[in-house]
């Protein structure tokens, strides 16, 4: 910003005529307009913190707003205007006619505008239901990020997941405009307030640069001018401070990278690598790495249409041309041999997914980063993080909007650096293989140390582990896998109650039900597993017992291999069902009491009834033997309503994501 | 100390070269849209430099509506010649031989048939995947939330509803066969960066957008150039002559001239500095309804 200090142009208006006695020489003001600068900013708000109101006011105070798109806007306010009387400068923002009509926008928008210091790029997102696919799109190009709060309001949810996400995307710059001043009484305590209480907030987040600025931006104080009516306010206006803040060292001048886009050959003498500078500085002579070759070489040229360059840095778009023949092609990385980015197949990374549909972990995406597309294996969720609270939890998917920690595997390697260190390689897209659309956004945490990597990547030292394992009788296919495969949890459904109770019209009612709903089911009960496994056991209680534990060591293989257990069995005593809890596990066993009176038995079940009359069998529980009442039964039926009852553990059953998983 | 910063022209220019690359690198069968207007000749030198010392790996096709300004076709025949760049014009021929023209079928159904039916077919025949074209988001409203690559499906149409999001400089270039990406490298450019540019870079133009005097009629408040002997006479009878120039090109017939003394980028800058009309309203054809340049986008026009 030289030209402050040039006393002939200082003065210059950008919007033309003389001020303060010079006149304007175009010339001279074109040679000095030229070299400013561009700032991209965010702004994140939503319309009831007067975001558009602030927006219309930077373009339309810096006389930007051209006059017939202000008389359109003048016919448009009159038609569907929100502002009464006033013109209304969130029409002038929003731009297509669907969301004009339903007065939200509802995509980012970019605006265009200049001063005399900067050029300014505003990428205006809306504060509500889409914010984070929004947000986070706007937020990806932008140096500093505007968070507008509502002085009346404060420090609400909304500015807490704002500020979340402009620190997730990396934004170095962060600017609280506490707007609405004029509602409080241009009050400096509530403004103070409102700082000390986002200040606490802001410190958890990695936000290098953050400030805080009193405005109303409907009355345009310290919009574009310094405030008059906040004297207690010492600091820059909005456009003051937006036209100054120094952003030209945010970027990465450290590490070279130079990610081959294109690859030029007009004849057979010359090869051109051409790509955009994504960080440090790209000398030339200097020795380089080829990147996955580790083939090395010099820099011979930088090559422009404007000439040839001795250095080029981000963001420029340059050629360069090699001292030696080296096989490069597109998505190869120039680097320098002392300082490499990482070169793995396997990473950690935040995840914000963006499509309608909601992930599905087995889909194998194309991934594209710094030019380079490749499949990916969606391996681990290790966390889903609550853009509200903050707070994590554990998820299978992602659904729209939602934001995950996420392990990757990608099908070759791929060369970068924590999105952290370098914006420009530590970014990525997904894109579903099957739509093209792009489904998912990512930002680079690091590599995975091998042994923090998920039983389902494989490199040297997996392949190691898992002989280990098989030698061990461990198997390679996680319980986890399985399920997914058949979309549901395996479990065990133990349905315990008298003889003649209707235990097994249940059971294989319920077998078919599942078996027809698209589940992987297998149902156990007395006869099928006592005319061979059991056969050696009578109906003792011991032998009963024994008999169930077979039945418990079944289930749970069925269940580790994801499949569903139906298990009726009386199962008669307290013991003997926390037996069975203990092998099969507690998460996965649902216990379904059969409540039938022993009158209702008899009639269901006369011919075995007589026989225990006549003495001719014993041991029938409920009769000569004790039946416990379970009485931490998660279901408890009655066979009056056998017409229900299998549809009540299908419901019992999907509630809790047992079947269908999704 | 160093200070790497580039001028904000240096780093539109840069992101352009990037965008234009990243559509040849991924495409197999892209396309320049030229239009012959200042935003397309700005994109045309942006496609040039971005493969120097190569030549730019795809044509330049011009949708002819066959009432362009002459003016216009005899800049686009030279400097396509002088600059060695494959061009294809394209015309709907059938509409042509049937003497469709805004002054006989007016401004809706001319524009339909011979710029938007012209530029489908052009699309179709040559089974392009990707095709640039120079609009910026400051021109018009909707198209402030227009992506740099703008999907289309099989049938041209642009869903407002369902394009993809756009992060960084990472562009998805994955298209089924039939559908296609409309791509805008100079989406981040404002007129005035455009002017600047030219005159930074001495980009050749249409002397049509300088100040002359030229044979004008007023039609509705618009100054209306007399082209060609195809203007109804009794219009073409009311002709007077006017400094004007031109702030867009089109057809001449729809096109309207500004009464203006700026004969060179400088003054042009200045007038455009000091000036109240944004520079669509002189392309007639925005007046046929509201929210009418999205209507056009749905159905494939620009």
């Known amino acids: 910003m030289n030209k402050d200090n040039n006393p002939n142009t200082a003065k210059l208006s950008p919007f033309g005529g003389t001020e303060g006695g010079f006149h304007l020489d175009i010339n001279t003001y074109l040679d000095q307009d030229e070299k400013k600068d561009l700032l991209r900013l965010l702004t994140a708000g939503s319309v009831d913190d007067g975001k558009s109101t602030l927006i219309g006011r930077l373009l339309f105070d810096s006389k930007k707003i051209y006059e017939d798109q202000l008389s359109a806007l003048e016919r448009d306010s009159k038609r569907m205007g929100h502002a009464g009387e006033e013109i209304d400068y969130a029409l002038l923002l929003d731009g297509l006619k669907a969301e004009r009509e339903q007065g939200i926008t509802i995509d980012v928008a970019y605006r265009y505008f200049s001063t005399n210091k900067r050029k300014f790029i505003i990428a205006d997102t809306p504060g509500h239901e889409q914010y984070t696919r929004n947000m986070v799109t706007g937020a990806s190009t932008a140096n500093l990020a505007i968070i507008l709060i509502d002085a009346t309001k404060g420090v609400i949810t909304q500015t807490r997941r704002h500020t979340f996400l402009v620190s997730l995307l990396g934004i170095k710059h962060v600017v609280l405009a506490v707007n609405k001043m004029d509602l409080v009484d241009y009050d400096q305590k509530v403004f103070n307030d409102i700082c000390a209480n986002y200040k606490t907030f802001v410190t958890q987040l990695d936000i290098p640069d953050v400030n805080f600025i009193p405005l109303s931006a409907l009355k345009g104080e310290n919009v574009v001018e310094s405030t008059t009516k906040m004297p207690w306010y010492h600091g820059k206006s909005m456009l003051e401070f937006l036209e100054s803040v120094h952003i030209s060292s945010d970027r990465n001048f450290d590490d070279m990278r130079f990610p081959v886009q294109y690859v030029l050959r007009p004849d057979l003498d010359f090869r051109g690598f051409s790509a955009k500078v994504a960080s440090g500085i790209i000398r030339k002579g200097e020795q380089i790495m080829v990147l996955p070759s580790r083939k090395t070489s010099k820099i011979k040229e930088i090559i422009t249409y404007d000439g040839n360059l001795d250095e080029a840095f981000p963001p420029q778009s340059v050629t360069i041309t090699l001292e030696d023949e080296i096989d490069i092609s597109r998505g190869d990385m120039i680097v320098y041999p002392d300082n490499l980015p990482r070169v793995e197949r396997h990473f950690e990374s935040m995840l914000v997914w963006m499509d309608e549909k909601p992930m599905d972990p087995s889909v194998n995406f194309f991934l594209k980063h710094a030019n380079n597309t490749t499949r990916i294996r969606l391996d681990k969720i290790q966390y889903k993080i609550d853009v509200n609270t903050l707070q994590k939890s554990n998820v299978d998917f992602l659904e729209l909007n939602e934001i995950g920690r996420i392990v990757i595997t990608t099908n070759k390697a791929i060369f970068f650096d924590p999105y952290k260190k370098n914006r420009s390689t530590g970014s990525f897209i997904l894109i579903d293989p099957m739509t093209n659309n792009t489904v998912a956004v990512g930002m680079i945490i690091d590599k995975l140390n091998s042994e923090d990597l998920p039983s389902k990547i494989v490199d040297e030292k997996t392949l190691e582990a898992n002989k280990q394992r098989i030698h061990q009788g461990e198997c390679l296919i996680s319980t986890d896998q399985r399920q997914k495969r058949y979309n549901q949890k395996g479990s065990t459904i133990w349905i315990t109650g008298l003889h003649g109770s209707g235990k097994n019209e249940l059971a294989f009612t319920l077998e078919k039900e599942l078996f027809e709903a698209g589940a992987t089911v297998v149902l156990l009960d007395g006869s099928s597993i006592r005319s061979g496994l059991s056969k050696e056991l009578d109906y003792s209680p011991a032998d009963r017992a024994e008999h169930l534990r077979r039945v418990a060591h079944i289930s749970k293989l069925l269940n580790d291999q994801g499949m569903i257990a139906i298990c009726s069995f009386i199962s008669p005593g307290e013991n003997i069902r926390q037996q069975v809890v203990q092998i099969i596990g507690e998460d996965r066993f649902t216990l379904v009491y059969m409540d039938a009176s022993l009158e209702f038995c008899k009639n269901n079940k006369p011919e075995l009834y007589e026989k225990y009359e006549q003495g001719k069998v014993q041991h029938i529980p409920g009769a000569d033997l004790p039946f416990s009442i379970p009485e931490n039964a998660d279901i408890v039926l009655k066979p009056e309503d056998r017409a229900h009852n299998a549809q009540t553990i299908m419901e019992y059953l999907a509630d809790r994501k047992i079947f269908p998983l999704i | ?302």
Request: hydrophobic share 40%; net charge negative; glycine share 4%.
């Open chain 2, 1 to 302: 100390m160093t200070e790497y910063s580039l001028s904000h022209l240096k780093e539109l220019e840069a992101e352009a070269i990037h965008i234009i690359r990243e559509v040849a690198a991924e495409f197999e069968n892209p396309v320049m849209l030229y239009s012959i207007g200042k935003d397309s000749s700005v994109m045309v030198r942006l496609a040039e430099k971005a493969f120097y010392p190569s030549k730019v790996p795809f044509p330049l096709m011009h949708i002819d509506s066959k009432w362009k300004f002459r003016e216009m076709v005899e800049f686009r025949d030279n400097y396509a010649r002088e600059n060695g760049w494959n061009l294809i014009v394209h015309y709907n021929k059938a509409a042509y031989e049937a003497g469709v023209g805004p002054f006989t079928h007016g401004s809706k159904y001319h524009t339909d048939v011979m710029k938007t039916q012209a530029l489908l077919e052009g699309l179709n025949k040559y089974k392009f995947d990707a095709a640039f074209g120079g609009a910026r988001r400051d021109e018009e409203k909707s198209r402030a939330k227009e992506r740099i690559f703008s999907f289309r499906d099989k049938f041209h149409q642009w869903d407002p509803k369902n394009q993809r999001p756009e992060l960084w400089d990472i562009y998805n270039a994955r298209v089924h066969k039939g559908e296609s990406i409309r791509v805008f490298p100079i989406s981040n450019w404002t007129e005035l960066d455009i002017w600047q540019y030219i005159r930074l870079e001495k980009i050749p133009i249409v002397p049509l957008y300088f100040a002359k005097e030229r044979p004008v009629v007023n039609v509705d408040g618009n100054l209306i150039m007399v082209d060609d002997d195809r203007m109804p006479k009794e219009m073409a009878a009311k002709a007077e002559m006017k400094m004007v120039r031109f702030r867009t090109l089109g057809c001449y017939p729809l096109t309207g001239a500004v009464e203006s003394e700026a004969d060179t980028i400088e003054k042009i800058v200045e007038e455009m500095m000091t000036v109240t009309v944004s520079e669509r309203t002189t392309r007639v054809i925005d007046f046929d309804q509201d929210g009418s340049m999205e209507q056009k986008k749905r159905e494939g026009y620009f």
